[in-house]
T-cell receptor, first 119, second 113 residues
């Protein structure tokens, strides 16, 4: 399958600082990327849908000013957690969909995830 | 609205067969996925159903009934490494480039020797 690379895999930051997480599609063009958050022993909750060249669509209850998403190219989307607090500590996962080429939109490919701990 | 239900936990014995059920309600169904997720890792794709019927892939099979809003994942010849969470996800149609995956709560499967 296709490869989606997410970086960093783990990050610890101080409360009040900002953290940027990158999601890259390595061998296909990802016109759409998705950002999820997962708390321990819970399922993935969709935070936002990111379309290349346009504003992200946020799910209900997700603060767009706190979770800034940028999808400036067909291979890169970034999620910035601004003014992080301990309650933002979670596992953040991106996925990318290939609308053109080999994979023909039959599955979304996931990054490795980022474990964010805010102290 | 959207609603996807799975059992929270299941246990089974090595070598046995286990069936994990998933029921869903969604306004714009456009396919159902099953993923496996080990603790602390990202989900990995197992299967995809968009038409009614059974899809078989090695030890894993997935079934879909769109009229009943029902799917199951069947795991045969269970191995210890199959201990993981299994996530049912429905793709909700929202137009081109706006389809999104909605995940169920996940089923934690524990395989015992």
């Amino acid at each position: 399958g296709a490869v989606v690379s997410q970086h960093p895999s783990r990050v610890i930051c101080k409360s009040g600082t900002s953290v940027k997480i990158e999601c890259r599609s390595l061998d296909f063009q990802a016109t759409t990327m998705f950002w999820y958050r997962q708390f321990p022993k819970q399922s993935l909750m969709l935070m936002a849908t990111s379309n290349e060249g346009s504003k992200a669509t946020y799910e209900q209850g997700v603060e767009k000013d706190k979770f800034l998403i940028n999808h400036a190219s067909l291979t890169l989307s970034t999620l910035t957690v601004t003014s992080a607090h301990p309650e933002d500590s979670s596992f953040y996962i991106c996925s990318a969909r290939d609308h053109t080429g080999r994979y023909m939109n039959t599955e979304a490919f996931f990054g490795q995830g980022t474990r964010l701990t805010v102290v | 609205g959207q609603n996807i239900d799975q059992p929270t936990e299941m246990t089974a014995t090595e070598g046995a067969i286990v069936q994990i059920n998933c029921t869903y309600q969604t306004s714009g169904f456009n396919g159902l996925f099953w993923y496996q997720q080990h603790a602390g890792e990202a989900p990995t794709f197992l299967s995809y159903n968009v038409l009614d019927g059974l899809e078989e892939k090695g030890r894993f099979s997935s079934f879909l009934s769109r009229s009943k809003g029902y799917s199951y994942l069947l795991l045969k010849e269970l191995q210890m490494k199959d201990s993981a969470s299994y996530l049912c996800a429905v793709r909700d149609r929202g137009g081109y480039n706006t389809d999104k995956l909605i995940f169920g709560t996940g089923t934690r499967l524990q395989v015992f020797p």
